[in-house]
């Protein structure tokens, strides 16, 4: 009798607490919770708002001191982080244990970038990078511009200067942003890790040794593909060399007339209305227009998730508009579906899964359906625009490789000679030749604005490619195909942090992360 009653006591205590018996912290700790989540959302409220205003403006507002003083409370609270490392699993409601570890992520990751910009070293090189206007042809001359010299002139030599006049805010960040590594390498090293990069990226959930292995795979696969568009590229352009300013010239030119500015928003609410989007009914607002002092780069910010999403471009009559804004709004529809209770996570769960879903939206303008109904492009042109675009892919493919090799190394050297180290690294994945006299290196905002964030671009599209593949397999076309958007709202937006991202892919997909589409989608047929 005694016997069964203990065991009927046992049953009853897995039933109600499934992770054991609930310790007496939890409810006060829920409240503890409750309290951090809601002072978050204050201070990101006020944040992204000031953050929106410098980047379309160049100019940091004022705001309200005790602001800071609470965001730096939050940040560097040790309290708060030993106590989340403690308490990590104990709340004894999945709901609640998620809430809890991506709290701590983002203690962690606030603790990693907050330190280092402290000394007010990160804003001040931000500001150069929204402010800054090279001289050239006698003028300042913006992003866009320059970019148009990269694409249309014929003349070679103009070209290049165009190309160092673009790259030359690097030369005035690099002093700076070396400085900035240190910090970042010394906060690591007080907690025992290696470097920065290896502090950082295990707390993004991903581990060093299983990410370069995967690079590893797409250097060897693309390295011939892109040594023959190379090739091509020279006899075309009747070149020894493939120099980085002719790549825009050799790819960007030919599709320049299909892409006129003015039709720009037209046709992507025609597109997203396709697939089943309603824009005008989504708290998405935009400022598209170049000017100066505006930020020259795309960004999307979410303001307040879903409701208030605000896109930040700089259009002009180019190819690289259209796949700039339809990124930028795949991150907007992301964050403007996500349906959570709790605030924290209101959010992507993963950059690289943030950089997924803007990139499925950019896929969508690399379909043979989508160039002929939408951008006008002739039956008969679809196959060689599509390998057009699969060659740009191989090529950027190869310059991201690059990009994350150099970052990495930039903190395992202490950014000793990081102009040698990124002209070598080049070398070796684009093969383009050394240019030692260009920081262009530090002309990359990410090393600056979003230390180790460039391999998310990567895994983003390994994400993409696996689910367009299965969204064709599954459900037909992809555009003009209304499920698309509701296969991409319950799987991957209505979530938003409640998962891990590698959870959604291999739930929404039925198979775990496979690199094998993206291969297929840039050297298939
Ligand atoms: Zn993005």
């Known amino acids: 009798m005694r016997k069964l009653a203990l065991t009927i006591i046992l049953i009853w205590i897995r039933i109600a607490y499934p992770y054991g018996a609930r310790p007496e912290h939890v409810a006060a700790d829920s409240v503890w919770l409750k309290s951090l989540q809601e002072k978050y959302q204050t201070i990101d409220s006020v944040f992204a708002n000031v953050s929106w205003e410098f980047y379309t403006t160049g100019i940091w507002p004022d705001i309200p001191r005790k602001y800071y003083q609470m965001n730096s409370d939050l940040v560097l609270s040790r309290y708060s982080l030993k106590k989340y490392g403690r308490i990590q699993g104990e709340f004894g409601s999945p709901e609640l244990n998620r809430a809890a570890r991506q709290m701590y992520i983002r203690l962690l990751m606030g603790r990693n970038t907050y330190l280092p910009d402290f000394s007010g070293l990160g804003p001040?090189?931000?500001?150069?990078?929204?402010?800054?206007r090279p001289s050239f042809d006698g003028d300042l001359r913006s992003r866009n511009y320059l970019a148009g010299i990269l694409r249309d002139e014929p003349a070679r030599e103009r070209r290049e200067k165009a190309w160092y006049s673009l790259n030359e805010v690097g030369s005035i960040i690099a002093p700076g942003l070396r400085e900035l590594i240190w910090e970042r390498n010394k906060l690591a090293r007080e907690t025992d890790h290696r470097d920065y990069y290896d502090f950082q990226l295990p707390s993004m959930g991903m581990n060093v040794d299983d990410l370069f292995e995967m690079l590893a795979i797409l250097d060897s696969v693309s390295l011939e593909p892109y040594t023959q568009i190379l090739q091509k590229t020279k006899l075309d352009l009747e070149i020894e060399t493939v120099e980085p300013w002719d790549i825009s010239f050799a790819y960007d030119r030919v599709k320049a007339d299909l892409c006129p500015r003015d039709s720009l928003m037209i046709i992507l609410n025609r597109t997203m209305l396709g697939l089943g989007f309603e824009m005008n009914n989504l708290g998405i607002t935009y400022d598209l227009e170049p000017r100066s002092g505006k930020y020259q780069h795309d960004i999307c910010f979410p303001v307040s998730v879903p409701d208030d999403i605000r896109v930040l471009a700089n259009i002009d009559d180019d190819w690289g508009s259209y796949k700039a804004l339809f990124h930028e709004v795949g991150h907007a529809l992301h964050f403007s579906h996500i349906d959570q209770p709790r605030y924290i996570l209101?959010?992507?769960?993963?950059g690289c899964f943030s950089e997924a879903m803007a990139e499925i939206s950019e896929m969508i303008t690399e379909q043979p359906a989508w160039l002929t109904d939408y951008a006008g492009v002739p039956e008969s042109n679809v196959r060689a625009a599509i390998a057009g675009i699969k060659e740009a892919r191989i090529i950027s493919l190869r310059y991201a490789l690059a990009q994350v090799h150099f970052e990495r190394e930039l903190y395992r050297t202490d950014a000793e000679k990081p102009a040698e180290l990124y002209w070598d690294?080049?070398?070796?994945f684009t093969m383009s030749s050394p240019h030692y006299d260009s920081d262009a290196w530090a002309a990359v905002p990410h090393y600056t604005?979003?230390?180790?964030y460039m391999q998310n671009y990567i895994i983003a599209d390994l994400i993409a490619a696996q689910t367009l593949a299965y969204l064709k397999r599954t459900k037909g076309s992809i555009v003009d195909n209304k499920a698309t958007a509701d296969f991409l709202i319950d799987n991957y937006y209505r979530p938003g942090a409640s998962k891990d991202w590698f959870e959604l892919v291999e739930e929404a997909t039925g198979e775990p992360l496979n690199i094998k589409y993206?291969?297929?989608?840039?050297?298939?047929r």
């Open 346 to 350: 209101r959010a992507s769960p993963a």
């Open 124 to 132: 001040s090189l931000a500001r150069i990078l929204i402010n800054y």
């Open 518 to 524: 993206y291969i297929g989608y840039i050297l298939g």
């Open 449 to 452: 604005e979003r230390p180790v």
């Open 425 to 428: 690294i080049m070398l070796k």
